[in-house]
Structure formats: structure tokens, C-alpha cells
């Protein structure tokens, strides 16, 4: 079984910083693009960020010049980082990943992790 596990989700002051991380484990042969993605209350899922696996990034561009993505292929995990953040970036973060465990390539899914932005 494929498991990914987020963790860095908080509470913090708007304009504060804060680190998602998300390690992926179990039967892995690959993993391809990872990414992350948020939904705000009463509003649908977004993507914040992906990454490939030689590193090329995109952004939403809400975040864009604020939020780094980036990944450890030799850990299986990515991280976050997310800066100068605002209210509207209150959400609950979810990871994603590509992953081949052996049958075909499936999108896997963290439980997420509440991110709160406020005075």
C-alpha cells in the first residue's frame, strides 16, 4: 500500500511563513509529477503547485512569488514552502502524487493538513 503523509499545517499571522511536507511510502517504483493542492471553505479544490521529476514547477498565480515547491527524490517527498501569507490562503492543503506501485500509474492522495492565516 502507497501512503502519503503531510505534516507543517498550522496556524500563523498573515505576512508569516510556514513549510508543508508530504513523504510518500510504501511499494514505490516511481513517482512522477507531485504536487499540492488547497480548498477553502466553500470553494472548490484548486492546485497550488506541481513539480516534475526532474524539477520543472508551476504555479497557480495566487501564489505565484510567494510559494516554492519543491521535491527530494531520494525521500519520496515535497515540501511547501509558503511565504508572505495572506487570509485567502486559509485552506486545507492536500498532497498528490503519480505514483507506479508496481500495476499501472494512480494518483495518491494525502489526508491533508489545515492551514490558517489570520490575525
Known amino acids: 500500500q502507497v501512503q502519503l503523509v503531510e505534516s507543517g499545517g498550522g496556524l500563523v499571522q498573515p505576512g508569516k511563513s510556514l513549510r508543508l511536507s508530504c513523504a510518500a511510502s510504501g511499494s514505490i517504483f516511481s513517482i512522477n509529477d507531485m504536487g499540492w493542492f488547497r480548498r477553502a471553505p466553500g470553494k472548490e479544490r484548486e492546485l497550488v503547485a506541481h513539480?516534475?521529476?526532474?524539477?520543472?514547477?508551476e504555479y497557480a498565480s495566487s501564489v505565484k512569488g510567494r510559494f516554492t515547491i519543491s521535491r527530494d527524490n531520494a525521500k519520496n517527498t515535497v515540501y511547501l514552502e509558503m511565504n508572505s501569507l495572506k487570509p485567502e490562503d486559509t485552506a486545507v492543503y492536500y498532497c498528490?502524487?503519480?505514483?507506479?506501485?508496481?500495476?499501472?500509474?494512480?494518483?495518491?492522495w494525502g489526508q491533508g493538513t489545515q492551514v490558517t492565516v489570520e490575525v
Open positions: 513539480i516534475s521529476p526532474g524539477g520543472s514547477t
Open positions: 498528490n502524487a503519480i505514483i507506479y506501485a508496481g500495476h499501472s500509474w494512480d494518483d495518491y
